[in-house]
């Protein structure tokens, strides 16, 4: 007996609102990062403390990873979803009304740690493609997903600039209130048959990590890029401002036109139903070394069209390899995927703050061109990790 229910399908409509969900429920965690400046004095934190901020908001969400979405496996998906959809909801509206930096910083963890709702989605919908056209659906949600993460902050900026900081949670918590609606309304049920106990799921996480090379490879590969990501992402705000004059909505538009990486996902998609994980994971280690050598020297001869065409390369080739890998690990053992997504998502969302405090380091000690070489490096090491992989 099989141990699901059989999946119902998804029309690219559903497809489409799933991408959509996706988008707006991880922009819950990158808000903060646009506004830190303006909110730090206005609940009278001090400059040296104001990261905490984005901290909490990060350390809930990489605990939601781990504690919350390998309840996929266990609980029906749609309602976790919903539970989760409306926690995210609860906690923005608390970051509206606070008026106290405990508070603040309190609903800040709760809304990063409900807004982990988006990884139940993605394997949800690896549940209801079939085999065929999964990489394809995986990939035009992941698409959804890195728009959300890239258009976050220039959005908040904009926000803020029209009615202050805290209109950006306004306006996102009820987004997420009609976020549910929409779910309640055009998403099916998932109803897993579990056999294992809530401690016995996270441990058997970790065992398919262990036992597993195809998941430890793939987790290993988006790690380091989830690193150099967020290194990159990290200090190219500083490098606009300081050697190219720019200002936050500069910054913004920066952004912005870096977003145009997020089309490889859909693209990514396809190679996988098609079978060229291999190939498209070898290009997609390679193009993020041409991004940071491209970066590198765009930043040192002051040239801005570079160093935008870095960015939307770095963001690709972020998105092929995600997308790729997520074929492999929803391929590996459909009644684990909520397990296998948690623990793969842990290690590369630390992988990405761990990205965040080495940009800080690489740039103060030694700019941007540490910063790129840093960069370079790390994705060399992997694409050398990726040339050990035996051929199936």
């Avoid at 900026?157 to 009609?178: D, E, I, K, P």
């Avoid at 988006?222 to 190219?236: D, E, G, P, S, Y």
């Avoid at 913004?252 to 994980?277: E, Q, S, V």
């Avoid at 965040?356 to 941007?368: D, E, F, N, P, V």
Wanted: glycine letters at 12%.
């Amino acid at each position: 007996m099989s141990s699901q229910t059989q999946p119902a399908g998804i029309s690219p409509g559903l497809t489409a609102i799933f991408a959509i969900a996706c988008g707006m429920m991880v922009a819950n965690i990158y808000y903060a990062q646009a506004l830190i400046g303006a909110i730090t004095p206005a609940l009278g934190l001090r400059p040296s403390v104001g990261g905490m901020i984005v901290t909490l908001t990060q350390l809930g969400y990489g605990a939601g990873l781990f504690f919350i979405v390998s309840l996929a496996d266990r609980i029906e998906n749609k309602r976790l979803i919903l539970v989760l959809t409306l926690g995210a909801c609860a906690g923005l509206v608390g970051c509206v009304l606070a008026r106290s930096a405990t508070g603040f910083l309190l609903c800040s963890f709760v809304t990063g740690f409900c807004s982990v709702g988006t990884q139940i989605m993605v394997p949800l919908a690896a549940h209801l493609a079939p085999e065929e056209r999964r990489g394809q659906v995986v990939g035009n949600i992941m698409g959804g997903l890195i728009t959300g993460i890239m258009l976050a902050r220039p959005l908040a900026n904009g926000l803020a600039a029209l009615s202050g900081w805290r209109t950006v949670f306004g306006v996102s918590a009820v987004a997420m209130a009609l976020l549910a609606l929409l779910i309640a309304r055009t998403v099916p049920a998932w109803r897993p048959r579990p056999t294992l106990g809530y401690g016995a799921l996270l441990r058997s996480g970790l065992s398919l990590l262990v036992r597993t090379p195809a998941i430890r490879r793939r987790t290993a590969y988006q790690a380091i890029m989830f690193v150099v990501f967020n290194l990159f992402w990290t200090t190219v705000p500083l490098l606009l401002a300081q050697r190219f004059g720019f200002g936050q909505e500069g910054i913004a538009l920066f952004a912005l036109a870096g977003a145009g990486g997020a089309l490889a996902a859909p693209i990514a998609g396809r190679l996988g139903d098609r079978g060229y994980i291999r190939a498209g994971t070898a290009v997609a280690l390679g193009t993020a070394i041409l991004a940071f050598l491209l970066a590198g020297w765009a930043g040192a001869a002051h040239t801005l069209i570079l160093l935008g065409l870095a960015a939307v390369l770095l963001d690709a080739a972020t998105q092929l390899n995600q997308v790729l890998g997520q074929r492999v690990l929803f391929s590996i053992a459909p009644e684990a995927r909520g397990r296998i997504n948690s623990v793969y998502m842990t290690i590369v969302f630390v992988g990405g703050a761990s990205g965040s405090m080495l940009a800080t380091l690489t740039y103060s000690y030694g700019g941007w061109t540490m910063t790129a070489a840093v960069g370079a490096v790390l994705t060399a090491a992997a694409f050398l990790l990726f040339l050990t992989e035996p051929r199936g």
